[in-house]
């Protein structure tokens, strides 16, 4: 079974910068593609980024590209997520989440992929 804790969220005023950590436990979090999500009060979850096992492959949404980064280190069993210049439409609760599949060759954006969640990290841009 595998456990995910989220850690860094905060409070930051527009144009700031966060980094978001997800520490995993469990065999398969350096042989999955791990996943940030977001959901704002009111509106659906949302992808915002993936990175694929090894670290070579990476996606994000277009409303985060540019400004955010993902990034993994897979001997610390952990993922992070760089966000810079933050938003006010930032604002949301970030989930991270593992593929169930090992070894995917692609990054899936769908919520549906994902088995392992974590339970999220608030994340407040002050305009």
């Known amino acids: 079974q595998v456990r995910l804790v989220e850690s860094g969220g905060g409070l930051v005023q527009s144009g700031g910068s966060l980094r978001l950590s997800c520490a995993a436990s469990?065999?398969?979090?350096?042989?999955?593609?791990m996943a940030w999500f977001r959901q704002a009060p009111g509106k659906e979850r949302e992808f915002v980024a993936a990175?694929?096992?090894?670290?070579?492959?990476?996606h994000y949404a277009d409303s985060v590209k540019g400004r955010f980064t993902i990034s993994r280190d897979n001997a610390k069993n952990t993922g992070y997520l760089q966000m810079n210049s933050l938003k006010p439409e930032d604002t949301a609760v970030y989930y991270c989440?593992?593929?169930?599949?090992?070894?995917?060759?692609?990054?899936?954006?769908?919520?549906?992929?994902?088995?392992?969640w974590g339970q999220g990290t608030q994340v407040t841009v002050s305009s």
């Open positions: 990175i694929n096992w090894s670290g070579t492959i990476t």
């Open positions: 469990g065999w398969t979090f350096s042989k999955s593609t």
């Open positions: 989440a593992l593929d169930a599949q090992l070894f995917r060759t692609w990054v899936p954006a769908l919520s549906s992929e994902y088995r392992n």
